[in-house]
Antibody
Framework: EVQLVESGGGLVKPGGSLRLSCAASTFTFSNYPMNWVRQAPGKGLEWVSSISSSSTYIYYADSVKGRFTISRDNAKNSLYLQMNSLRAEDTAIYYC?????????????WGQGTLVTVSS | EIVLTQSPGTLSLSPGERATLSCRASQSVSSNYLTWYQQKPGQAPRLLIYGASSRATGIPDRFSGSGSGTDFTLIISRLEPEDFAVYYCQQYGSSPRITFGQGTRLEIK
């Protein structure tokens, strides 16, 4: 069974930084694009960032562009999200999700999420 | 930017009834790129339907998807107690790359 386990969430002050990790197992991680999706408390899903299988293509939502950086280490089967200049509105559960890629671009497996709280 | 609008916001039905959920796009979306998810409280989303009408592995056949262009529909033919949840549609596009609808809450009447 595919496993995605996020870590690194926590409480951080506005303007602070945090690095999330997502450990993948039981599938060939290097074959799949990956994504971060977040969900503010009581709200809907918001896509944050995508990275292609070899890190060639990277995309961000406008709301995080210039502040967040997605990366991956295929040797370590891990996905990362470096979050800088955090704001209160970044408070959310952050999920990593495996992307099936072309031709459908759906997310077939999701982690359990890690909570990021931005508050003074 | 393509905006997905889901309706209704909340749907109140009883087990055994049929549920019809709508997802309308502000611009035409390729059917390949329209996906539906189910999310229960405290859980991650679960893939239901991809390519507008293809059921994901392990999804019961009471779930079906249809539509094209700007109008897509998720139908649950006979509601089971475990189907009461929030449902999201999602599309893949150019900018932003991925967008979600705001969700439809399916609650027990």
């Amino acid at each position: 069974e595919v496993q995605l386990v996020e870590s690194g969430g926590g409480l951080v002050k506005p303007g602070g930084s945090l690095r999330l990790s997502c450990a993948a197992s039981t599938f060939t991680f290097s074959n799949y694009p990956m994504n971060w999706v977040r969900q503010a408390p009581g709200k809907g899903l918001e896509w944050v960032s995508s990275i292609s299988s070899s890190s060639t293509y990277i995309y961000y939502a406008d709301s995080v562009k210039g502040r967040f950086t997605i990366s991956r280490d295929n040797a370590k089967n891990s996905l990362y999200l470096q979050m800088n200049s955090l704001r209160a509105e970044d408070t959310a559960i952050y999920y990593c999700a495996r992307d099936w890629g072309s031709p459908y671009y759906y997310f077939d497996y999701w982690g359990q999420g890690t909570l990021v709280t931005v508050s003074s | 930017e393509i905006v997905l609008t889901q309706s209704p916001g909340t749907l109140s039905l009883s087990p055994g009834e049929r549920a019809t959920l709508s997802c309308r796009a502000s611009q035409s979306v390729s059917s390949n790129y329209l996906t539906w998810y189910q999310q229960k409280p405290g859980q991650a989303p679960r893939l239901l339907i991809y390519g507008a009408s293809s059921r994901a592995t392990g999804i019961p056949d009471r779930f079906s998807g249809s539509g094209s262009g700007t109008d897509f529909t998720l139908i649950i033919s006979r509601l089971e107690p475990e189907d009461f949840a929030v449902y999201y549609c999602q599309q893949y596009g150019s900018s932003p790359r991925i967008t979600f609808g705001q969700g439809t809450r399916l609650e027990i009447k």
